[in-house]
Structure formats: structure tokens, C-alpha cells
């Protein structure tokens, strides 16, 4: 069984200022953890993925996260909001197989 | 990754018809999915589909109600049928790849509306 739970459902920060949405995850196996983000009125578009290597993964547009199997915890940060981050963010996570679970999404907000 | 694509990419439909959601694929790829976004809700997966296969649905999705097609490796169908306004939803085709395909790329969803 794997489930996904994103601790926040929105989240609103200051352009310029770091970024944390927060996943917490539970699996049966050794878990493949991956974060999408949906654009309004786009398609989702894979952030990064972990997948057993280096507990932290670096992903596109400055996004990057850390693997915490003790706290079994994969939270997504970037140091510096730019405008063009507001979108929701889905934390997954994939046990063994090609079945993925979403997470319940955030809604990131990022204010001038 | 892979270039996928959906027609149509948003529909209005009437309750009781029936709408075939198409998705392509720019590269021949082995597993395919099919996804339900409901109004500000997350993924459900409802469908896992193969090529020379039957789809396999998951927990609450039938095949009479969400028929699939999948005749090569490029391409599938998804088919909402009798639609209800509960139908109403973004529906999302995504490819597999990796050793375990669970790195999934998406299309950019058909958003449906049934009055």
C-alpha cells in the first residue's frame, strides 16, 4: 500500500523569498517519489524524481528536494520565488511498480 | 520525454452521449494511462492500457463505463460513455518509461463539462 499526503493545500509566499511545500509519504517498499506541476489550463510537467541515488534531487527551474526516509518526508524547495512558480504542485509516489499515487496537491501563490 | 498530445482538448457534452478522447504519442512507447482530475481534486488513475491487451481499471472504474482502445503503440482512446454531470473532469493520457514505467509523462488533458 503507498499513500501521499501534502501537509499544506495552499501555499502563499513573497517573490524573492524561499519556497517549501511540504510532502509526507508511506510505503510498503522502497519508494520512487516525484513532484509535477500543473500551469493553470496546462498539463503536468515532472519537477524531479527520486529513485533510490542521491537523496537530493536537483530538478528543473531551481526546484530541488530531499529524500528523509526517517521522517518519511520528500518536501520540495527552491531558495527564490519568481512569479512564474504559482501553479499546483503534486507530490507522488510510486512502490515497486507503475502505479503512481497523487498527493492531495498545494496551490502555491507567489505575490509581487 | 516523450510529445503527447489529446483531441479534443476541451468538449461540452449533453448527458446520456457518449465523447472518445484521443491520445497520441510521438514515439512508440509500451504502457499507457488514462486519469481522471475531478473540479480541484487530484489524479485518479483509471486505467492502465497495453498495446494487444486489455486495459486494466482500477478500483471503481468499469469498462462499460470508460471503454479503452489501444490498437498500436502510439496511440489510445478513452471513451466516456452515458456521461453524467458527475463526469465532468479533466481527463489526462500519460506514457510510462523506465524499468518500472512509473516515470510518466502527461498530456495536456481534455477538459469535459456535461450539462
Known amino acids: 500500500a503507498q499513500s501521499v499526503t501534502q501537509l499544506d493545500s495552499h501555499v502563499s509566499v513573497s517573490e524573492g523569498t524561499p519556497v517549501l511545500l511540504r510532502c509526507n509519504y508511506s510505503?510498503?517498499?522502497?519508494?520512487?517519489l516525484f513532484w509535477y506541476v500543473q500551469h493553470p489550463n496546462k498539463g503536468l510537467q515532472l519537477l524531479l524524481k527520486?529513485?533510490?541515488?542521491?537523496?537530493l534531487v536537483k530538478g528543473i527551474n531551481g526546484f530541488e528536494a530531499e529524500f528523509k526516509k526517517s521522517e518519511t518526508s520528500f518536501h520540495l524547495t527552491k531558495p527564490s520565488a519568481h512569479m512564474s512558480d504559482a501553479a499546483e504542485y503534486f507530490c507522488v509516489v510510486s512502490s515497486g511498480g507503475n502505479m503512481l499515487t497523487f498527493g492531495g496537491g498545494t496551490r502555491l501563490m507567489v505575490k509581487p | 520525454s516523450a510529445v503527447i498530445s489529446q483531441k479534443p482538448s476541451r468538449d461540452i457534452c449533453q448527458r446520456g452521449t457518449s465523447l472518445t478522447i484521443q491520445c497520441q504519442v510521438d514515439s512508440q512507447v509500451t504502457m499507457m494511462f488514462w486519469y481522471r482530475q475531478q473540479p480541484g481534486q487530484s489524479l485518479t488513475l483509471i486505467a492502465t492500457a497495453n498495446q494487444g491487451s486489455e486495459a486494466t481499471y482500477e478500483s471503481g472504474f468499469v469498462i462499460d463505463k470508460f471503454p479503452i482502445s489501444r490498437p498500436n503503440l502510439t496511440f489510445s482512446t478513452l471513451t466516456v460513455s452515458n456521461m453524467s454531470p458527475e463526469d465532468s473532469s479533466i481527463y489526462l493520457c500519460?506514457?510510462?518509461?523506465?524499468?518500472?514505467?512509473?516515470?510518466?509523462?502527461f498530456g495536456p488533458g481534455t477538459r469535459l463539462t456535461v450539462l
Open positions: 527520486y529513485t533510490s541515488a542521491a537523496t
Open positions: 500519460s506514457v510510462g518509461r523506465g524499468s518500472t514505467y512509473n516515470e510518466q509523462f
Open positions: 510505503s510498503s517498499y522502497s519508494p520512487s
